[in-house]
């Protein structure tokens, strides 16, 4: 008599065996908006209001600081921020604008401990990495001081960098870049004061210097605004040796294209 064979795929096999505490989930906890709460179809997603007010950032845009256009003006075109005054880093890149549902997500992550919104907003900056997560040997994200980090208790860049390398397959050296000065908080400070604050904040760890020397290096923040914050981390890598650095922010400032 012909055995008929009984094996489930592993994958289908957990799915099965995890449906009910599924259902279980859903009706304890009912998919809703990750910003505004109304209810939704999925888990960590967004309703269709909050969604049609996203401006993500997509081509034609600045090749180092990634400030869009409003009209292609064809390959290689820099913003004249970036000819005037170059960054220490090669590029930036960043998932959307700062406004409405995007600063109402970083907030969440950031000050109300929703670090369940981090999955889905890695996955949008993977998207908008142009190639360069792909293309790197590390992420590196922006540390806290160790005085922060304890009243915080997470660092809200690190949870975006894990979930990237977790998606991405690629190294997360989440101790090699480290806070060594305790800064103030940016926000409400000006642009000269913000470089001010950071100046002199950041270093490689001991014994880490061979993670960065020679490497292509992705530097994550959660919002990128004048830029102090990452130049600053960014001299620090490019003095240990990074060979490429691109920094990823899930969000920046920008009042208009260019």
């Not at 940016?186 to 490497?215: H, M, P, S, T, Y």
């Not at 290096?217 to 040796?241: E, H, P, Q």
Request: proline fraction near 5%.
């Amino acid at each position: 008599m012909k055995r008929i064979q009984s094996e489930w795929p592993t994958d289908l096999l957990r799915a099965h065996l995890l449906r009910p505490f599924s259902a279980l989930a859903d009706f304890l906890y009912p998919p809703a908006c990750s910003v505004c709460g109304i209810s939704t179809g999925d888990h960590r997603g967004l309703c269709a209001k909050c969604w049609s007010g996203i401006q993500f950032i997509e081509r034609p845009y600045c090749e180092v600081l990634g400030i869009p256009f409003s009209h292609d003006l064809g390959v290689g075109i820099l913003s004249a921020e970036a000819i005037a005054n170059p960054p220490p880093f090669d590029r930036l890149r960043s998932a959307a604008t700062h406004d409405h549902a995007i600063r109402d997500l970083v907030h969440g992550l950031k000050y109300r401990d929703r670090t369940d919104l981090a999955p889905m907003m890695a996955g949008w900056m993977l998207r908008a990495s142009d190639g360069a997560v792909e293309s790197c040997d590390a992420l590196i994200p922006v540390p806290l001081h160790r005085t922060r980090m304890l009243a915080r208790k997470f660092n809200q860049a690190a949870e975006l960098a894990r979930h990237m390398a977790s998606l991405s397959g690629k190294p997360l050296l989440a101790a090699t870049l480290i806070r060594v000065k305790r800064t103030s908080q940016q926000v409400g400070l000006g642009a000269k004061a913000r470089e001010d604050n950071v100046r002199g904040a950041f270093a490689i760890a001991k014994g880490c210097e061979n993670d960065v020397f020679g490497k292509r290096i992705v530097l994550v923040d959660d919002v990128y605004t004048t830029g102090a914050t990452v130049a600053a981390a960014s001299r620090t890598l490019r003095k240990a040796g990074a060979a490429e650095i691109t920094v990823l922010a899930f969000a920046r400032a920008l009042s208009e294209p260019i």
